[in-house]
């Protein structure tokens, strides 16, 4: 299955794509600390951080954006010795502003924002990638039950995943607006038939 973190990256574009800017922004925002919370806990698993201490220390930033960043900022750290490369401050105060003072954002701010956090998530799950592969794939491929994949009737097993821009982007190489227009033309054919 999916990682929540693309999942909510693609709805975002098609928040954007129905012109709903606020949304959209809002909903990048998700994805990004969903994929804090995918990076942090690849960091742990590799590390050997039982399961369940770190849903137990978990629990304790789940509902706390700000934390969960920092988190996210020091595992980065401790991981790579060096800083990680954030967002300027303007990409902070537009999801503040949207998110707690009722902003509408434009719908060029909000395919900026977007075309930022696409490249950010992209560069980071490269470097998580080249020190965690064996166990991203682990939890990328894990279903709640512990299943990786379906068995299907002729004995193959079947990916339970599906292509998104971030899970795609080795291969597609979009920029954010080529995603964006790649939707609505996937919207148009949908309707057509």
Excluded at 4 to 11: K, Q, V
Excluded at 82 to 99: D, I, W
Excluded at 145 to 153: K, Q, R
Excluded at 164 to 186: C, D, H, M, S, V
Aim: aromatic residues 16%; proline residues 3%.
């Amino acid at each position: 299955m999916n990682p929540r973190y693309e999942m909510h990256f693609d709805f975002a574009g098609y928040a954007l794509n129905d012109g709903y800017y606020r949304e959209a922004v809002s909903t990048v925002a998700v994805s990004l600390e969903r994929f804090y919370e995918f990076c942090i806990a690849t960091v742990c698993a590799k590390i050997g951080i039982p399961e369940d201490e770190y849903n137990k220390t978990w629990k304790n930033i789940s509902n706390q954006s700000e934390r969960q960043l920092g988190a996210f900022l020091f595992l980065y750290l401790t991981e790579n010795r060096r800083a990680c490369e954030f967002a300027p401050q303007k990409y902070t105060e537009l999801r503040n502003k949207v998110t707690h003072k009722g902003y509408f954002p434009s719908r060029e701010e909000t395919v900026e924002y977007g075309q930022w956090a696409l490249t950010f998530m992209t560069k980071m799950y490269a470097e998580l990638e080249s020190s965690c592969n064996n166990v991203i794939l682990q939890r990328r491929f894990r279903r709640s039950d512990g299943l990786i994949a379906e068995h299907a009737p002729n004995g193959n097993w079947v990916k339970l995943m599906v292509d998104t821009i971030l899970n795609g982007q080795p291969r597609f190489k979009f920029t954010y607006e080529q995603w964006l227009a790649r939707i609505q033309t996937n919207l148009q054919q949908q309707y057509r038939a």
